[in-house]
T-cell receptor, first 116, second 117 residues
């Protein structure tokens, strides 16, 4: 009955080698978020999709891209991973309604990325 | 910009005692205040949340209070147990921002809570 699924749970890549992380959801939520979380820090929002509309955070490096081919799936692409990109990547979903206050975000289990 | 400050960064309490974590926020438009518990290597899990039209909310041993005038909110855990040991994050969210852009939550820096047996 998993609601937000992330694959893989652990990913090892080499410096500069592109990597893709995936997230899927069974909640039919219209919003999907990607966060980066480094050790002992709070999750940091990278970007989010509101339906098909992509919203980038101002300080998210160009190295990070995202795709959302349909409501259920969202991908995080790291074009040229550096050592500083090693982190836990968390996907979250919510159901945002026009004119309503923030709705609860549901997090996936995360993908731990190691860069060698 | 929007900011959420959280204190203390670490907290150690005796099992059975109470723990209190405090947060302040800067954006007066914030209207949603969730608290997440994160165990080592796991996802943040929502433990309780409060909206700006409510001053206090309780769920068994956990309670949250909100003071909108002062822009601060607190988490209270009573009768602490070893399984309460984790990192706790407060967050503040602003509502719908207009077409094509979703609401966002801003996290505090986290509190590492340790329960001493």
């Amino acid at each position: 009955d998993a609601m937000v699924i992330q694959n893989p749970r652990y990913q090892v890549t080499q410096f500069g080698k592109p990597v893709t992380l995936s997230c899927s959801q069974t909640l039919n939520h219209n919003v999907m978020y990607w966060y980066q979380q480094k050790s002992s820090q709070a999750p940091k929002l990278l970007f989010h999709y509101y339906d098909k509309d992509f919203n980038n955070e101002a300080d998210t490096p160009d190295n990070f891209q995202s795709r959302r081919p349909n409501t259920s799936f969202c991908f995080l692409d790291i074009r040229s991973p550096g050592l500083g990109d090693a982190a836990m990547y968390l996907c979250a979903t919510s159901r945002d309604k026009e004119g309503h206050s923030t709705d609860t975000q549901y997090f996936g289990p995360g993908t731990r990325l190691t860069v060698l | 910009g929007e900011n959420v400050e959280q204190h203390p960064s670490t907290l150690s309490v005796q099992e059975g005692d109470s723990a209190v974590i405090k947060c302040t926020y800067s954006d007066s438009a914030s209207n949603y205040f969730p608290w997440y518990k994160q165990e080592l290597g796991k996802r943040p899990q929502l433990i309780i949340d409060i909206r700006s039209n409510v001053g206090e909310k309780k769920d068994q041993r956990i309670a949250v209070t909100l003071n909108k005038t002062a822009k601060h909110f607190s988490l209270h855990i009573t009768e602490t147990q070893p399984e309460d040991s984790a990192v706790y994050f407060c967050a503040a969210g602003t509502g719908w921002r207009g077409y094509s852009s979703a609401s966002k939550i801003i996290f505090g820096s986290g509190t590492r809570l340790s329960i001493r047996p």
